[in-house]
């Protein structure tokens, strides 16, 4: 396999990963003096060592001082504990989130479970192959909310809290210098948009706070690097997908039917088109038709769709 560590300015790497299947995510790291800064970390330990090792090499055996957690999901986090003399920062709003996410132990039992219902069925075929043993949660040791300005050796880096949206609380790292933005899971690149905040214009807002700056390069939490104008057509897709998820809340339509008509129209050939089914609901929540659903049931949508 090519190593997935790309560089993008003389300070900066991204973790880019070629698959976009569930599990496989993108991180980030600034580096300057002898000093560096993580963002996010990988699923399992072993996926987290990997990419350590080509990061110590690419910056010189650079201490890794920061971590930056873009979200509490596992794919980005469960891997914190291997770094156990830097501070862990995090917004706020994602810290709070944490105890309201599936453990390691609870998504192996799950995968493991050789259940013949669709949840279960859908969790062995998209997360039995991964080991999370050994794996501690490590949430943040600091939070923050807003913005945030650090110094990471002699780079200036923002941390933007970007509120609800893909999470209950996503967090960017913006870099004004070079003009890149790693974005964690407000954006995807190659696979379709997962909606666990139970609200889907909250992701477009998301998405236009990352525009705001002006970047030029964006790393997704999912998929290969974008540009500014594909980020302009991601937010496209999301407000297409909003618009007619609304009209079907609007008269009236389950969300289970409406959910395939939007699979019908929108899942063109990005992967995993049943995550649509966490997109509708978003907007139906937004809409007041129906409350926020549970990762549990978000989880059997998707199974249910695909
Ligand atoms: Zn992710």
């Known amino acids: 396999m090519n190593s997935a560590l790309r560089q993008l300015s003389a300070t900066t790497w991204a973790w880019v990963q070629d698959s976009t299947d569930w599990g496989f995510s993108n991180a980030g790291v600034v580096s300057s003096q002898g000093v560096s800064l993580l963002f996010d970390t990988q699923f399992t330990l072993d996926a987290t060592r990997a990419m350590l090792r080509e990061i110590d090499e690419a910056t010189a055996g650079s201490a890794i001082r920061t971590v930056v957690t873009s979200h509490q999901n596992g794919d980005h986090s469960w891997g914190n504990q291997l770094l156990p003399e830097a501070e862990i920062i995090t917004s706020r709003a994602s810290a709070e989130h944490m105890c309201h996410e599936i453990t390691p132990e609870q998504l192996t039992a799950l995968s493991h479970a050789k259940g013949v219902d669709s949840t279960s069925r ?28 650090m110094t990471v050796g002699g780079v200036t880096v923002e941390l933007i809290d970007l509120g609800p949206g893909h999470s209950a609380g996503d967090v960017a790292l913006h870099l004004p210098q070079d003009g890149i933005v790693f974005a964690g899971d407000v954006l995807f690149q190659g696979g379709h948009m997962i909606v666990w905040s139970g609200s889907l ?17 964006f790393v997704p939490g999912h998929g290969q690097l974008m540009e500014r104008a594909e980020v302009v057509d991601f937010r496209g897709y999301l407000t297409d997908v909003q618009e007619a998820a609304v009209a079907y809340a609007q008269d009236g339509l389950p969300l289970d039917r409406a959910a395939a008509r939007v699979h019908a129209e929108f899942a063109g050939s990005l992967a995993h088109p049943e995550r649509l089914f966490t997109a509708t609901a978003g907007a139906y929540a937004d809409t007041g038709a129906l409350g926020a659903l549970q990762t549990l049931e978000l989880v059997k949508g998707m199974a249910d769709l695909a």
Not at 207 to 213: C, E
């Open 201 to 217: 214009a909250a992701c477009v807002e998301s998405v236009d706070a990352l525009l705001a700056t002006e970047a030029d390069v």
């Open 122 to 149: 859908y969790a062995a075929r998209h997360f039995g192959n991964f080991d999370f043993s050994g794996i501690t949660v490590t949430g943040p040791t600091r939070t923050f909310t807003a913005r945030e300005e």
